[in-house]
């Protein structure tokens, strides 16, 4: 599947957002409820994760989080950003 960013040499391990872009006709944006988990991708052999989500779940108002950890350390966040409130 062709993905509209390019994360250069990050590898996307998960993904539940692309297809929403490409596919949902404008009309059915309006009644989606997105999920916390929406896009993950791994670089470097899995040492580092960029892991976006949408908060609260599944709430269609909230806005679209950032996480980036160090060896899937959930515990020792290495970087986390709010992106987008709605």
């Known amino acids: 599947m062709e993905h509209l960013i390019n994360f250069g040499d990050g590898i996307i391990t998960y993904e539940n957002l692309f297809w929403l872009f490409k596919n949902a006709p404008h009309e059915a944006m309006d009644q989606l409820q997105f999920e916390e988990d929406l896009v993950q991708v791994s670089f470097f052999d899995e040492k580092y994760i960029l892991d976006v989500g949408w908060y609260p779940n599944p709430r269609k108002t909230g806005y679209l989080k ?5 060896n899937y350390d959930w515990e020792k966040i290495h970087y986390l950003s709010a992106l987008i409130k709605i």
């Open 66 to 70: 950032s996480t980036s950890l160090k």
